[in-house]
C-alpha cells in the first residue's frame, strides 16, 4: 500500500467517490460493519467499479493514527493546486470572488477546519505558502469532511507576489491582526475579497502584513487574547457572508 495514500473516515471517503472516483483504488472496511452510511458507500463504489474488501478493525488501528470509523481507502496522491488554478478559478467564476489565505498554518486540524469552512461559506480556494504550511493528508481530509475533495488548496511559492497579482485582478486584500485598530464588523467585506488568515500563535509573516489593503480584529470580551485559527477563520468568513446576503436582499 505504500505507492498510495491512505484516507479515513466515512465522509472523506464518501467525498473522494463522489467527486473523485478514479483516485480510488480499493476501500478496505472493519469486519461485521453494516449500517445505511457503509451501504451508501457500497453503492457508490460499486457504481465506481472500486473494490471493496473487509479486514480485522485491529489492522486497521496499524494502519491508521487516527479515528478511522471503520472505513479505510487506498487513493492515488493528493492533489495541490498551483498558481495558475487561481487565475481559471477567477476567469470562470460569476459570483463576487472570496478567497482564504491561510499565512504559515502548520497543524493539520487547522487546515482541515479552515477547508470544511471554507467550502461551507462558498470560498473559492484556500492558498497557502508552499513553504512552512500543512499539506494535504490523511488527517487534513478526515477532519475536512470531504471538504478538501471540494475546494481547492492552491500553493504558491511566494505569497505577497500573489497577493499582488490578485490585487491587480480588482481583489481587496483583508488581513487579520490583534493589533489593527479596525474591527471585523467595521470592514466592508462584499466587494471581491481575499481574506487572510495568520499563523497559529504567529500571526500574519510581515511582507504578509505589508500587502494587506485593511486590517481588521476581532473583538474580544473576555480574558483570552485570541481564538484558534479555525474558529476565528469561521467567524470572518462567515461575516462575509452575512453581509454579502444584505446587500443581495437590499438590490
Known sequence: ????????????????????????????????RRDP?????????????????QVDRRELDEWIEGVHQGVVAE????????EAMLEELLDRTESVPLLLVLDGVTDPHNLGACLRTADAAGALAVIVPKDKSATLNATVRKVACGAAEVIPLVA??????????????????VGTAGEAE???????????????????????????????DYLVKLPMAGSVSSLNVSVATGVCLFEAVRQRQVVGKSR
Open 37 to 53: 452510511r457503509v451501504q451508501t458507500l457500497l453503492d457508490l463504489a460499486g457504481r465506481a467499479r472500486v473494490e471493496v474488501g
Open 156 to 173: 504558491v511559492t511566494n505569497l505577497a507576489r500573489s497577493l499582488e497579482k490578485l490585487q491587480q485582478r480588482g481583489l481587496w486584500v
Open 1 to 32: 500500500m505504500s505507492q498510495w495514500e491512505k484516507i479515513y473516515g466515512v465522509h472523506a471517503v464518501e467525498a473522494l467517490l463522489r467527486h473523485h472516483p478514479k483516485r480510488v483504488k480499493r476501500i478496505w472496511l472493519a469486519e461485521g
Open 182 to 212: 479596525q474591527e471585523l464588523y467595521q470592514q466592508d467585506l462584499t466587494g471581491p475579497l481575499v481574506l487572510v488568515m495568520g499563523a497559529e500563535g504567529k500571526g500574519m509573516r510581515r511582507l504578509t502584513r505589508e500587502h494587506c
Open 75 to 82: 487513493v492515488s496522491p493528493s492533489q495541490v493546486w498551483g
